[in-house]
């Protein structure tokens, strides 16, 4: 069988989850060759179960545990506990389930609108987006190998400032970091929930490059697996423009590996810190 990437309309439909009952949520998941399901994908999936327990309140954080792979080829069912419901914040527990096995375990927190003191850190001065091509151009050399993996169509539109993981691959010192442009390869529903999910799946895909570049490696050379996966939502994501993701690992042992990415939208502002270890060995 010849399997493709997944489009972003793919992806958006997949995101919207099918209500069962009041806390009860099924959705189907995105098959791959290996048939395991995508980590950042079934986080983005929960977060949007959460969400719709939680009206007129947005998400402002989400944390989450990787437990099992599951099977990318068939539903899973998200169970959410109202843990509780106060005058601002709102928490959801979320657990994933297939066959009655968990494969997910998260927590959600939802805020009401709220006036206070708002601050952040300067974005990096980098280049615009417009001036860089994208990613399927700066790995055009190595368009022969996998199969064209490296130049294939993705739903978003990714453009490296730092050099991506391929080219990473050859270099005799990995890059500290990799800041990346990214914008959905598409229009996509002004939901403000919906863009977060969105962001939760890239988050989920493209912050293990950096910390398999610290180890000469690349996300199809050496196996990987998400362990647990934080974000932080600081300020709406608008996706009809370009995001800017500052991505670094710290650190790297016991066969670990922590990833942080500070994303920016184009005026500068902070509008996400996720976080994510790895686990690199057998599965």
């Not at 399901?37 to 719709?52: K, N």
């Amino acid at each position: 069988m010849t399997y493709r990437s997944p489009t972003l309309a793919d992806l958006i439909a997949t995101l919207q989850v099918e209500r069962v009952d009041e806390n009860h949520f099924v959705a189907d998941q995105l098959d791959n060759p290996a048939h395991h399901i995508v980590g950042g994908h079934i986080a983005g999936q929960a977060l949007m179960a959460a969400s719709l327990t939680a009206p007129g309140r947005s998400p402002h954080s989400v944390h989450v545990y990787y437990v099992r792979a599951g099977d990318a080829r068939r539903p899973v069912d998200f169970l959410v506990d109202v843990a509780r419901d106060g005058g601002t914040l709102s928490t959801r527990k979320i657990t994933a389930r297939q066959d009655d096995q968990i494969l997910l375990e998260a927590l959600a927190s939802f805020s009401a609108p709220l006036d206070s003191l708002d601050y952040q850190q300067v974005m990096p001065d980098v280049p615009a987006p417009e001036s860089l091509p994208p990613v399927q151009e700066q790995l055009a050399d190595y368009a022969d190998e996998l199969g064209g993996h490296w130049v294939r169509p993705q739903p978003f539109d990714l453009r490296y400032v730092d050099a991506p993981p391929r080219v990473a691959l050859d270099l005799p010192e990995p890059p500290p970091r990799m800041r990346m442009w990214w914008r959905p390869n598409g229009s996509v529903p002004a939901d403000d929930v919906l863009n977060d999910c969105l962001l939760t799946y890239l988050s989920g895909t493209t912050m293990v490059e950096v910390a398999l570049a610290r180890r000469h490696a690349t996300p199809v050379s050496t196996f990987n697996a998400l362990i647990d996966h934080a974000l932080w939502f600081h300020r709406p994501v608008d996706l009809s423009d370009w995001v800017l993701s500052d991505q670094v690992s710290p650190t790297g042992i016991g066969g670990r590996g922590l990833t942080t990415s500070t994303m920016y939208n184009r005026a500068g502002q902070l509008v996400c810190i996720a976080t994510q270890e790895l686990y690199f060995g057998r599965g």
